[in-house]
């Protein structure tokens, strides 16, 4: 249908968010950007990951996920695991695939569901629904409209790329995606993925900013927003939602940053350097990581500095002497 548009309007919210977040962007920015920090970079992609997979009910921790994506053994079920190492491949696959290409989305969809699903990398032939655990969201379109639905939406943005604002159009892309459910498995992976391919081509930066990890803290509100989308006939709720949890996201991925500037002492600049954000770590486990003997020296120089800034809390922080105390990484 060649004249086809989302239904969506743009409101006074969508307008303020807008700003707000290219406003963030450009302090991101200022810190020499997410591109000239890989260990910072590393660790959201495997937020990413990691967040997307646990929306679909995956039950491997961080840890775990970081431990298959750095091909350590990890003592779980094998398609959770199969799952993890081909959302790594696919992440990886962003800056080389065109937003506005159909092909090269069926192509990410054959990674990500690589020996996982038979229609891999092809549309349903069945009848699919949006759940929320149990309960269903709605029925998705009949398989036999997904071809020219999926066509009509790729031709939309195709046409309107220089006049609807990424921030927008990745927003509507992901709720007409995932409304069309277009594939037998995987849809929501997808959705999540592309819309930070649609925006990474905007700005680079939002390759390495985990929007996934936002929405997943707020997954009810995700399938709340598609299910008043649905019932109103417009995706502007699912818009606004999206907006909020990116314009939230960037606060920490500014604090990320800024935590590594010249004004921290390079104790603590070590002791960042090799802790993972988001995973637990044992005393001792830090102080072998960081080739130091003396308990008093961790403490007094790596260990309560970074206390002091936020930059590392306690599991247990009502009991800080706990023989099961571990750190964290904020």
Same mark, same amino acid.
């Given at each position: ?17 807008v700003a707000s977040i290219s406003e963030k962007l450009g302090k991101i920015n200022v ?15 495997? !937020?990413?990951? *990691? ?9 491997? +921790?961080?840890?775990?996920? !970081? ?8 003592? /779980? ?23 506005? +290409?159909?092909?090269?989305?069926k192509k990410i969809h054959g990674v990500m569901t690589r ?30 409209? $997904?071809?020219?639905?999926? +066509? ?6 195709? !046409? ?13 892309? *992901? ?10 498995? /995987? ?65 920490? $991925?500014?604090?990320?940053? +800024? ?14 350097? $090799? ?15 960081? /080739? ?39």
């Amino acid at each position: 249908m060649e004249n086809y548009k989302p239904p969506y309007s743009i409101t006074e919210d969508m307008l303020n968010l807008v700003a707000s977040i290219s406003e963030k962007l450009g302090k991101i920015n200022v810190y020499h950007n997410l591109v000239a920090k890989p260990h910072l970079r590393r660790n959201n992609r495997i !937020k990413s990951i *990691h967040s997307s997979l646990k929306i679909e009910a995956n039950s491997l +921790s961080m840890g775990e996920v !970081k431990d298959v994506i750095d091909g350590r053994i990890v003592f /779980g079920p094998e398609r959770e695991i199969k799952e993890v190492i081909n959302a790594y491949e696919a992440y990886k696959m962003i800056s080389d695939v065109d937003p506005f +290409s159909l092909k090269d989305l069926k192509k990410i969809h054959g990674v990500m569901t690589r020996e996982l699903e038979l229609e891999a990398g092809n549309f349903r032939n069945g009848d699919e629904g949006v759940f929320n655990g149990e309960k269903c969201i709605f029925m998705a379109p009949a398989p036999h409209l $997904v071809p020219e639905l999926m +066509s009509d939406l790729f031709l939309w943005m195709k !046409k309107n790329k220089t006049k609807v604002h990424p921030l927008i159009m990745s927003a509507v892309f *992901h709720y007409e995606f995932v409304f069309i459910h277009p594939f037998s498995d /995987g849809n929501g992976r997808i959705a999540r993925l592309w819309h930070t391919v649609i925006l990474s081509q905007w700005n680079s930066a939002f390759e390495y900013i985990p929007i996934e990890s936002q929405v997943e803290k707020f997954q009810n509100g995700y399938y709340k927003a598609i299910a008043d989308c649905h019932v109103n006939g417009n995706s502007n709720m699912f818009i606004e939602f999206m907006l909020e949890q990116i314009d939230i996201i960037l606060d920490e $991925v500014i604090g990320q940053v +800024s935590r590594t500037d010249d004004t921290l002492s390079e104790y603590v600049k070590k002791l960042l350097d $090799v802790m993972d954000f988001e995973l637990p770590y044992s005393t001792v486990t830090i102080m072998k990581m960081l /080739g130091i003997k003396s308990r008093e020296t961790f403490r007094k120089n790596y260990l309560d500095p970074a206390l002091e800034l936020g930059l590392v809390v306690r599991t247990i922080p009502d009991k800080p002497n706990s023989k099961n105390q571990r750190y964290i990484k904020k």
